[in-house]
């Protein structure tokens, strides 16, 4: 298994969960890490994206309440979500490119 995330559940709409995807360290360092999700009946889309060097880019709609972080320690990406809604129900995704490895998805439940 080259990627391995894990962390979803069930919450409360306004709470927070956080993500956690490990990579090995050949994949960690030299791949843009990536969290995309997909709803049922819905196409997967790109969440948020790192880079080796720490930068970040986010889709409109989780602008401000997550933050997607790396620990190069140890070779994890993390994916902290606040003000969570129930339109962000969906599987979550953690992904490498250009390698191109994908994590089993992880579920994230949002309701009262």
Request: with cysteine; glycine share 12%; proline share 4%.
């Amino acid at each position: 298994v080259q990627l391995q995330a894990s962390g979803g559940g069930l919450v409360q709409p306004g709470g927070s969960l956080r993500l956690s995807c490990a990579a090995s360290g050949r994949i960690f360092r030299f791949n843009v890490m990536g969290w995309y999700r997909q709803a049922p009946g819905k196409q997967r889309d790109m969440v948020a994206t790192i880079t080796p060097g720490g930068g970040t880019n986010y889709a409109d709609s989780v602008k401000g309440r997550f933050t997607n972080s790396r620990d190069n320690a140890k070779n994890t990406v993390y994916l902290q979500m606040n003000s969570l809604k129930p339109e962000d129900t969906a599987v979550y995704y953690c992904n490498s490119k250009p390698s191109n490895y994908w994590g089993q998805g992880t579920q994230v439940t949002v309701s009262s």
